[in-house]
């Protein structure tokens, strides 16, 4: 397993602004996600952040609204930017180790816009 | 804490009883589902996984259905007991382009409600 820490746990932003979310894991990984879970519904994938490279977005999701870093094999950031009252999410990291296939879980940063 | 799931279908039990929570999934060709709990305020945790080869995989207190005709999952829980409450999540690992991949798609989810 992994022990995921996700900064900040929550957070109240203002329009316009822009937020970074910090994902820390405890040992290295191979993989590293980020998704979005929207208020009752489920998590969608946003993107697949690349160790030393620029990470991969699904459809819907650009980089200019959502840049990614990954700059080694434990730790990654999310940047929400120029923030609407619809970017109020739970915003998720998820890891996969070496040792098996199933994905890990940080325990998420609220953010409300307002 | 956080509530998630407030428009998610729900699932009431009387404590002891056992629960069976259902999913649908998308595609033919995912090989790989994995069960999460999801409790408020937290990330989801892993309960079980099950490979495309295998139709029933058995844990501690949990069960896991495949059925890959209608594209079928779930979950079953003996005993469920207050702890057991939850937002309970499948996900499938669909293939892309021919190549398996590590990407998870995550059904609706369904809110357990365990009732002393």
């Known amino acids: 397993s992994a022990v995921i820490s996700q900064k900040p746990s929550r957070d109240i932003c203002q329009r316009g602004t822009s937020l970074t979310i910090q994902c820390q894991v405890d040992s290295q990984v191979t993989m590293m996600f980020w998704y979005r879970q929207q208020p009752g519904q489920s998590l969608t994938l946003i993107a697949t952040?690349?160790?030393?490279?620029?990470?991969?977005?699904e459809s819907g999701f650009v980089i200019d609204k959502f840049p990614i870093s990954r700059p080694n094999l434990t730790f990654s950031t999310l940047t929400v930017s120029n923030m609407s009252p619809e970017d109020s999410s739970i915003y998720l990291c998820?890891?996969?180790?070496?040792?098996?296939?199933?994905?890990?879980f940080g325990q998420g940063t609220r953010l409300t816009v307002v | 804490g956080e509530s998630v799931g407030l428009h998610l279908p729900t699932l009431s039990v009387q404590e002891g009883d056992n629960s069976i929570i259902n999913c649908a999934y998308s595609?033919?060709?995912?090989?790989?589902f994995i069960w999460y709990k999801q409790e408020s305020g937290k990330g989801p945790q892993f309960i079980i996984d099950?490979?495309?080869?295998?139709d029933k995989r058995q844990g501690q207190r949990v069960t896991v259905l495949l059925n890959k005709t209608v594209k079928h999952l779930s979950l079953q829980i003996a005993a469920t007991q207050p702890g057991d409450s939850a937002v309970y999540f499948c996900a499938e690992n669909p293939p892309r382009g021919g190549y398996n991949t590590d990407k998870l798609i995550f059904g609706t989810g369904t809110r357990l409600q365990v009732f002393p």
């Open positions: 998820s890891v996969e180790t070496y040792t098996g296939t199933e994905a890990f």
């Open positions: 099950i490979r495309s080869n295998m």
């Open positions: 952040a690349n160790q030393g490279s620029e990470a991969t977005y």
């Open positions: 595609n033919s060709a995912s090989d790989y």
